[in-house]
C-alpha cells in the first residue's frame, strides 16, 4: 500500500504558515481535579490558568500553535467536547479553568494514556510536521506529567521553556524542584511568562538539543 507523502515528512495537508519553530503545550489542563491527590494542587490552579490563558493570547498573536495534551481518564474512546464539558459541570472543581482555557477552534489537541505526552500519543509526528523545535511547557503536575514530558522532549532534541508560572504541582516545594531538575538536567529555560518574548521565538530559528547520556548519568 502505497504511504500518504504526510507520513514520510512532508506537510502535506498543513500550509506552510501553518509551520512554526515553536509550540505551546498545554498538560492535563482539561481536567476536574476531582479526586483526594488533587485537593493540595487546587489552591495554584486558578493562578496558573490564569497565567496560562495569558500566554496563550500571546502565542496565538505570534502564531505559535498551541497543543493541548491531556489524560485520556482511562478511556481511548475520550471525547475532546465532552471532556470540556464535564469539567465545567455544576460541582467540578475549579471549573473555571474551563472558561479560561478550553480549546479554540484551530487548536490540536492530543491523547495520551501515561505521564508523558510523548508515550504511545501522536505528539512527536504532529510537532515534526507543524516543523516545531522548540516546546514551552505549562500544565499541571510540575512534577509528574510536565516533567516526564520535558525529559521526553530533551531526549528527542527539542529546546525547552517553562514559564515557572504556568505550572502547578501539589506544594511549592515539588513545583521548585521540578523546575530546578528540568533546567538543570533538561537544559529548559526557566522564567515566569511575563519575561518570555514568544514572538522571538517565534522567529528564531534554532537546531535541535545535543543530549550527552554520559553526561546525564554524571549528574
Not at 474551563?98 to 505526552?117: I, N, Q, T
Not at 507543524?130 to 509528574?144: D, H, M, P
Not at 502547578?168 to 515566569?192: C, N, W, Y
Request: aromatic share 6%.
Amino acid at each position: 500500500m502505497p504511504q500518504h507523502p504526510g507520513l514520510n515528512g512532508s506537510v502535506t495537508g498543513t500550509s506552510a504558515n501553518e509551520t512554526c519553530p515553536v509550540a505551546l503545550l498545554l498538560i492535563d489542563v482539561i481536567n476536574d481535579f476531582d479526586c483526594p491527590e488533587s485537593e493540595p494542587i487546587g489552591r495554584f490552579i486558578p493562578h496558573m490558568a490564569e497565567r496560562i490563558a495569558a500566554l496563550k493570547k500571546r502565542a496565538k498573536a505570534a502564531g505559535i500553535p498551541c497543543i493541548y495534551v491531556n489524560d485520556n481518564f482511562g478511556r481511548w474512546r475520550s471525547d475532546l467536547h465532552q471532556l470540556v464539558e464535564y469539567c465545567r459541570r455544576e460541582k467540578a472543581r475549579c471549573r473555571e479553568v474551563m472558561d479560561l482555557l478550553a480549546p479554540e477552534r484551530d487548536d490540536y489537541f492530543v491523547l495520551k494514556p501515561m505521564l508523558s505526552g510523548f508515550y504511545a500519543t501522536v505528539l512527536e509526528p504532529l510537532l515534526h510536521q507543524l516543523e516545531v523545535k522548540t516546546l514551552i511547557l505549562t500544565g499541571v503536575c510540575a512534577n509528574v506529567c510536565v516533567l516526564f514530558t520535558a525529559a521526553d522532549a530533551y531526549m528527542r532534541g527539542f529546546r525547552i521553556w517553562v514559564p515557572s508560572d504556568c505550572v502547578a504541582a501539589a506544594s511549592g516545594t515539588d513545583s521548585g524542584h521540578a523546575l530546578d531538575q528540568m533546567r538543570r538536567i533538561f537544559k529548559a529555560e526557566v522564567h515566569p511568562s511575563g519575561e518570555i518574548d514568544v514572538a522571538a521565538l517565534a522567529r528564531k530559528s534554532v537546531d535541535r538539543v545535543s543530549v550527552d547520556a554520559g553526561a546525564l548519568m554524571a549528574r
